[in-house]
């Protein structure tokens, strides 16, 4: 399962910054000179309360968490979606499941702005144009050349491409009418048949404004409520980080990261939040395991059934699987362990076809 996020922004909006405060990673900031430029890539693992309360009942050896890639690529700039991405960059972006859209908010004289002045909602646009040029270049020059092929073609291979035509007109379409792909609905066919273009606007998005130390609070919150009332849609959420103050969080110990949050009022970070927004937007639900060697979570996509989890534990499961027996998170820490919860009747079993919820504790039996 691909659970990679690719964090993509304009030129001097912190992306890197932003890379460093997510994974904890120390990545050169400002190192990219280039497109073809080798990205950062890190894996962190997804926060969930859960897992050490599940803990306390399982005693298991250990815990496991799901895990999420980020992948920090070059800079886009402005007027490149037009020309085209290029093509290792296009490829990173492509390949993601999903995509952070980095924008600077902070002011730093010491990191000149591109366009001389910080504003963050003009980039917000700037950003989203790009990534629509990009699709409608790519959508033109397929069309130009299934043109020239369909008229060379009979039967079933022209009718195929006159699909392939048709659908590509309809994204074209709602792309210069600025709706985003992510928005148009597709059934299994066309789903498939598009599925190799890796459209930038059909990939759910994050955008995070990058804020200054003086942003937090009071000026943040607001310049996020703005952005939402005008951008907010389908597919796309909204959200803000201080990157820099994270990611100097993110290298002191507990107690100092104690302190220096003191020293700025700040009562959490916000880093466990954007990870799971990230979690979230991939479109990913946890099932839960426990036993005497771990308690794990598996991430699995909304709409899994109980024999398709299965095979994310193991396929010899999934071959096998008689059946699910299910219990809630909430039944399970009230009742305290899985024999009083059979007892209190809590304790369900679902046949492969049953859609797997968040948080269900989850044992399956299988023939061997």
Known sequence: ?????????????????????????????????AAGDEPNLATVKVPDSRIPKLSKIFQPKREVYADIRYLDVAGVAKGLGKQGLGGRLLGYLQEASALILVVRAFEDTSVPHPEERVDPLRDLETLLLELTFSDLGIIE???????EMIQKLRGSEREANERERDLLARFQEALENEVPLR???????????????GFLTRKPALVLFNLG???????GDELVAEAREHFERPGLAIDALAAKIEMEIGQLDAE???????DLNLEESSLDRVISLSYDLLGLITFLTG????????PIRRGTTAVNAAG?????????FIRAEIVTYADLIEQGSM??????????????????????????????
């Open 213 to 219: 130390e003086n942003q937090l609070g009071g000026a």
């Open 141 to 147: 020059r397929r069309l130009t050349r299934l043109a």
């Open 183 to 197: 928005e148009i609905e597709l059934n299994a066919l066309e789903d498939r048949q598009l599925r190799g273009y």
């Open 339 to 368: 024999a009083e919860c059979r007892k209190a009747g809590v304790l369900r079993v679902e046949g492969r076809d049953y859609f797997m919820q968040d948080g269900d504790v989850t044992h399956f039996l299988f023939n061997v």
């Open 312 to 320: 994310e534990v193991h396929t010899d499961i999934q071959r096998g």
């Open 256 to 262: 100092d990261a104690a302190l220096f949050m003191a």
């Open 1 to 33: 399962m691909n659970l990679e996020l690719a964090i993509v922004g304009l030129p001097q909006s912190g992306k890197t910054t932003v890379f460093n405060a997510l994974t904890r990673a120390s990545a050169a900031v400002g190192g990219f000179s």
């Open 291 to 298: 036993g005497p060697e771990e308690v794990r979570a598996w």
